[in-house]
């Protein structure tokens, strides 16, 4: 993986912007705000937030097959800005602050970075909070079909895949905002001797990452192993001794790591530089077949959240139980997206038809329980209307309690309270919605030394 300071005008005029990817857009740019110098002095008893007007944020959005991304102000929900990208992102993800939107375009083998313009420094004991217009950083990488991208507190693991057919080698880079932003040059970058579509976590200064063996008959990795940055390269630490056929999907919490296997998940726990291993089979209700694909985490709540062909199941590492979360997709739909919000108070499900469920945690015998607190229906469209190859999507707010969610239908943007399981607000776009980001500051980081 090859890391670019790419210098890309981005005083392109909007016109230009709307034409790229064949989407049109009607640009009407917001006044920005940036944070007023006046405000460094020795005097702290201001509050650092007093120059920030976007205080709840901004999302970006993509359509589809457009290299055009849209910045909107959650607070009155105008569009600050349309940035180019080089191509169409296939996924994107926030940084682990929020303060940069990932942007994987993964045909073209880049992954591109926006600064969507919020964030805070630390200056002694308190922070200074900024706001800036958005921009399409320096900052990029180069590779071969970069496909996974998990984000951790201490920062983020870029996986790509190789290609079997090129005989290009799978490899992950692990870096953080502080390389995004500038402020670092020297990403670490473990480079593998086969393809592989694999999985990696960082933290902090180890990266825990899958492992495949060469002759291999199927693409995904069968092992883990455990390695160490020096500099711009990995030494491997540690290969686990378990085995984990069929690996796909992996998340974290503050203390572990989960990788789901074709019979299980595999746990990875943490304590300082100490890691061991553990297994959990899959549990006797699955059905013949059923395997866990897809893993979340978060780092305040002691549980997983994964998906297992079309239920929901929650894993405890330290019990080793799964159990089904009591929710059901509606009749003939299917998962499309879900996870916890930015307290880890709440998670959410949502499936094709639209349907948007809230559970609420509460601890019961020293664990943790979820119990539905409220179900809505994003749509009451016809839901053939759907725009072929789009689906609702969501993005947690990080700065309250809040989730948005596209709707291509209506070409909107709308905002749930979790608190109520009602809508919110509404952003009226005059294109289909693909994904969606939240970036700004967090409510917990903005409050840390006030």
Known sequence: MVLKGKLLAVAISALVLSACGGTEHTIVKAESSTHDDSSHNDDHDTDHHTSITDTLGRILVTSAESNVVNLYSAADKSLIDAIGATSYPQYIYPSENHRFAILVQRDEGR??????????????????AYQHTPALVDFQLSSVKPTHVTVGESGIAVFSDGDEETAQNAGVT???EHHISG?????ATLHYNTYMHGAAQARGEYLVSTIRAP?????LPSQIGLYHAHGDHFHQAQVFDLNCPALHGSAQNEDVVAFACADGVALISQQGSSFNATKVTNPDFFAQGQRIFAIKGHHEVNQFIAAAGNDLVLLAPATGHIEKLEWQASEQYRIASYGFSFGGEHLVAMDTAGKLSVFT????DNEQHWEISGVTQVSDADLTAMPTGHKFQMTFSQAEQAVYVSDPIAQQIKKYDLASATLQDTIELDYVPEKLVWLGIAEEASHDHE
Request: hydrophobic share 25%.
């Open 174 to 176: 692990m870096f953080s």
């Open 215 to 219: 002759e291999s008959e199927t693409s």
């Open 183 to 187: 402020e670092q040059s020297e990403a």
């Open 361 to 364: 945690a509460h601890e019961h």
């Open 111 to 128: 992954v591109e970075f926006v600064d969507g313009g919020l964030y805070q420094e630390a200056h002694g004991d308190h922070y200074h």
